[in-house]
Every structure is written in C-alpha cells, then in structure tokens.
C-alpha cells in the first residue's frame, strides 16, 4: 500500500540508523532535514529498550517506586471497582421495585440506570476534575456505605424498602463510581 509516509518508512528502516519511529518521523518532522550522521541508533536497538539519551540521564524505576508514588491512585481504582462489583448487578437487582411487574424489566432499567448515570460522572469528570489524590481516595473509602445501602435495599429494611431509595442508591453509587475511577484514571 502507498501512502505519503511511505517514504519515511523507507529512509527509517531497519538498516538505517534512528531516533524515531518512522511514523512519528514522518508526522513530527520533516525527515528529509535530518542527514544519516546525526542518526545514532537503530530501531531494533529502540525496540530492545535501549537508551535514547545518555545513561547519566537515565533513570530506571521499579514497580515498587511506581507503586509508592501512585498508591493512592492504584488501590483507589481497585476499590471502587470492587465496592462495584460486590452489588452490582446481583445485590443490586435483587431490591424489589413495586412498579415494575415484570422482573425482565426491572433488570433492564437497574443496569440501564446504572450505565448512564456511570456516564454521566465520566462525563462530569472531563467538566471538572478534582486535583487532589487524598480527596479522591476518602471519597472512594467512603463509597463502601452504597455496598451497606444495597444490602438494607435487598433485605427491605426500614426506608431502603422505598422504590425511590432503592432508586436513588443505584444512581449516586453508578454517577460516583464513574466520576471517582475517570478522575483517578487521569490523575495516574
């Protein structure tokens, strides 16, 4: 196949020493300036990991640096997907709603419900991220109550017996979760 970056492709192959893909050369600079003596790596030798700058400016991290750095990001991601997938959508669908008859339809709307409104706070999260890391890991640490909620709904115990409770539960516990896990998402 012919396209334009085809000549890049062709000047950045693997007999020809560079710094860059060929792709990324073609669309970020113009190749046809950069002569073959500046060029001192192969992209085999970029493959197999090899350096681009000297190895006085390389800096290798290990996992347990990158873990300590991003803790609170990292199990605040886990945590809010487990406190999920504990009442969802079993726990969850197992609340009786009084004005749906139907049981096939009440599982459409609570998965539904529990989708769009998992969207809304992704979207939301684009409108407006929250900046600090240790906000976003007590919010999460807090959303263990929706596991607590779902429980009483399921049981009917006391108001968690209302199709409104029982409703606005699943919206506030999807519309978190979505917001929480797309902020941390960015914030790592």
Known sequence: MHTQYNKHYT????????RISSV?????????????????????????????????????ASILQIHNRYWIIIWGITINNVINFCVFPGVLLEAPLNFISDPNWKSWLVIMLFNVFDTVGRVISGIYMMKSTKVAGILTV??????????????????????FTILVNNILMSATSGYLVNCQMIMG
């Open 24 to 60: 990324t050369g073609a669309l970020l600079l113009n190749y046809s300036e950069i002569a073959p003596s500046d060029i001192d790596i192969t992209p085999a030798e970029v493959l197999k990991g090899e350096s681009l700058v000297g190895d006085d400016q390389v800096q290798q």
């Open 142 to 163: 807090a959303r263990v109550v929706f596991i607590a909620f779902a429980f009483l709904s399921a049981y009917e115990v006391g108001i968690f017996k209302s199709d």
């Open 11 to 18: 000047q950045a192959g693997s007999n020809t020493k560079s």
